[in-house]
């Protein structure tokens, strides 16, 4: 209770190689699946044993389990230790060169989230998205990144050349910024010490005695987007197989409208309201999106069920099978019994959409023609739809709040449509803190019209807040 420093166990992206086996695992494995892995042992020297589809099935149930023990076990249980003795634990949500658990379920379990991005490249290209969908979907109100690193003694970056790739990933969710990285320098030779990976945040760089303005905008932007709740359309469901790294989008999330990934841990413990899916951290959406795979275990299948019953949307293929060996056959039964009630094929194979209960299904409609169905306009876009404008929208108790970055290096003009009804827009500007009105603006149907021109890599708030 009196620590004044050390206060956080860090947990950085996991690097450390694949993971097969641990004590106890035959007793942990009998409990889960309810059958001995023993005789299936050999499948991890690559013989096939019983037949190639139990095979399968074992090592799909194996690649699960360790995917559940690294998230419960290592992650959960350091959490835990970590509490015992007062510190919060920080986990960077995903891994490279061997990850063996499920992105989502991993960053689940730790008190804090984090993803990552360079100065430059891709890295952070998915890394983010799996960090923020995990924050809202598991109810955590910040997402960190570990931001603007970069790779070797790149002292010709400064502010300016890296504003564009932190405005990208605020857009995405992120919305706690951590500077990678500072050395402590012990004496005044220069350039000092320094990392071949993390840009000079340090006393020695030449911009470092102005490096307060980047501070002071970084520092707002985060406080303005950890208020209220993210609003977003579309629930990608990831799947229950594992390993897992991030979520696919098929068919792709339409202009103007916003995404998260969801898993099956989530999805259990979800709920139906007013025709929309309502996970327990408060996040909602109208559709959800299951991925053109084929299995599916039971137990979600039917909770699937009961969700549509009640009103929830989903798009995508009946499950055929589960993937798992437990309760086979009659698992696969269960699976095909469900999905045939749900999805109607054998009333009506070709259906583009099959209504199930108060909910709908559509098996290969896009996601246009289903938000066209439930009359869900785009919650923003510009005029120019070839213009690189990014966005980001959270509802809070005093208004909707709308975070915009212009993303090239040129100055841009276009009306911003924002999906806003009777509301007076206000321009918030992190980099001065001005906040104004602005006066000149459309209702139109179902949104307001705001002519904006933003400099190159320029952002602003947009804030609807009064009639």
Request: with cysteine; glycine share 8%.
């Amino acid at each position: 209770k009196d620590r004044k420093t050390f206060k956080y166990i860090i947990e950085d992206s996991y690097e450390t190689g694949g993971q097969n086996w641990t004590d106890d695992m035959i007793e942990d494995f009998k409990k889960v699946y309810g059958y001995d892995p023993v005789p299936y042992i050999p499948a991890l020297n690559g013989v096939v044993v019983g037949s190639p589809d139990q095979t399968d099935r074992f090592l799909w149930d194996l690649r699960r389990l360790v995917a559940d023990q690294v998230a419960y076990e290592y992650v959960a249980g350091l959490r835990e230790v970590s509490h015992e003795h007062g510190f919060t634990t920080w986990l960077e949500n995903y891994g490279h060169w061997g990850f063996p658990g499920e992105f989502l379920q991993y960053g689940g379990q730790s008190d804090e989230i984090a993803g990552e991005f360079w100065s430059f490249g891709n890295l952070g290209d998915i890394e983010n998205k799996a960090a923020s969908s995990c924050g809202h979907i598991y109810g955590k109100d910040k997402v960190w990144a570990e931001s603007c690193t970069c790779g070797g003694s790149h002292f010709d970056l400064y502010p300016a050349t890296m504003k564009q790739r932190v405005d990208r990933f605020f857009t995405e969710g992120i919305n706690a910024t951590l500077l990678h990285l500072y050395i402590q320098q012990p004496d005044d030779r220069t350039p000092g010490f320094n990392a071949w990976f993390g840009n000079e945040f340090n006393r020695n760089n030449t911009w470092f005695s102005q490096l307060d303005i980047f501070l002071d905008y970084l520092k707002r932007c985060n406080y303005m987007l950890q208020q209220g709740r993210y609003v977003a359309d579309v629930a990608y469901f990831i799947g229950e197989d594992t390993p897992k790294m991030t979520g696919v989008r098929n068919p792709e999330i339409p202009r103007g409208y916003s995404y998260d990934y969801v898993n099956a841990e989530v999805l259990m413990s979800a709920k139906a309201e007013n025709g929309k899916l309502v996970l327990a951290s408060g996040m909602e959406y109208s559709v959800l999106v299951l991925p053109k795979i084929e299995t599916m275990r039971p137990e979600l299948l039917a909770k699937l069920q009961q969700l549509v019953k009640e009103g929830v949307v989903i798009q995508g293929p009946a499950p055929l099978r589960s993937p798992s060996l437990k309760n086979y056959p009659e698992s696969d039964y269960q699976v095909k019994a469900m999905a045939e009630e749900m999805w109607q094929k054998n009333i009506h194979p070709f259906a583009d959409k099959v209504r199930y209960g108060k909910g709908m299904i559509y098996p290969t409609a896009s996601l246009e023609q289903i938000l066209s169905d439930l009359r869900i306009q785009p919650d923003f876009t510009a005029s120019d739809p070839m213009l690189p404008v990014l966005f980001i929208h959270l509802n809070t108790q005093d208004g909707e709040v709308y975070f915009i970055s212009n993303q090239s290096d040129k100055t841009i003009s276009f009306d911003a449509n924002f999906s806003a009804k009777g509301m007076q827009p206000e321009l918030w500007n992190p980099l001065t803190s001005e906040t104004r009105y602005l006066p000149e603006f459309k209702q139109l149907t179902g949104a307001i019209s705001v002519p904006m021109t933003l400099a190159g890599n320029e952002s602003s708030f947009v804030i609807f807040r009064e009639k």
